[in-house]
């Protein structure tokens, strides 16, 4: 199947600082998208974004399908930033939604 | 309008016993999905229905059931509890090419 891999890991920010998440993929997608796992353990989803680049207030996404790989920007992070950036892609080419999911970035903002 | 609800939110299960995880959704979406979190795993794809009356099995299937004869409602079902079905569940609901919703989550852990 098909592989996502996230980097990095962990990340630890000063409050105000920009950051970028990257997630790699294997295989060409039909589906991408990025979620905000909060300290509360809610999915919260960010992007829906198979190809090109979105934007939504301080984050923004970028998807460049041909060479598989997608990136998240956060600039000017805040402490409610903080919790686990999952990249999850579905490759099957048919459903839309059989997705598969990287072991996420866990991203920490100090005050 | 509540999303997708999942009940409970905690349970507390012996090796050998069975129970049912609750999804209902009340956006009318027509893919519903059961996936499972687990500690540096990301979420992993239990099984999931295109529509009422349908299902299928996603990456790890063993040891779950589910049925769906309503669009509402995705129930998981687990036959004979094992420890390592000790996890965090979460149900997921999609229409087309638009993001997918979750749930909040089950925490289940099984002695």
């Known amino acids: 199947g098909i592989q996502v891999e996230q980097s990095p890991p962990d990340l630890i920010l000063q409050e105000g600082a920009n950051s970028t998440l990257r997630c790699n993929f294997s295989d060409s997608v039909n589906n991408l998208q990025w979620f905000h796992q909060n300290p509360w353990g809610q999915l919260i989803n960010l992007f829906y974004?198979?190809?090109g680049t979105k934007q939504n207030g301080r984050l923004s996404a970028t998807t460049v399908a041909t060479e598989r790989y997608s990136l998240l920007y956060i600039s000017s992070s805040q402490t409610t930033d903080s919790g686990v950036y999952f990249c999850?892609?579905?490759?099957?080419?048919?459903?839309?939604?059989?997705?598969?999911f990287g072991k996420g970035t866990l991203l920490t903002v100090n005050p | 309008n509540a999303g997708v609800t999942q009940t409970p939110k905690f349970q507390v299960l012996k090796t050998g016993q069975s129970m049912t995880l609750q999804c209902a959704q009340d956006?009318?979406?027509?893919?519903m999905s059961w996936y499972r979190q687990d500690p540096g795993m990301g979420l992993r794809l239990i099984h999931y229905?295109?529509?009422?009356?349908?299902?299928d099995q996603g990456e790890v299937p063993n040891g779950y059931n589910v049925s769906r004869s309503t669009t509402e409602d995705f129930p998981l079902r687990l036959l004979s509890a094992a420890p390592s079905q000790t996890s965090v569940y979460f149900c997921?609901?999609?229409?087309?090419?638009?993001?997918?919703?979750f749930g909040d989550g089950t925490r289940l852990s099984i002695l």
């Open positions: 956006m009318n979406h027509e893919y």
């Open positions: 999850a892609v579905d490759g099957s080419g048919g459903s839309n939604y059989k997705l598969t």
């Open positions: 229905s295109v529509g009422a009356g349908i299902t």
């Open positions: 997921a609901t999609g229409q087309g090419n638009q993001p997918q919703h």
């Open positions: 974004i198979p190809s």
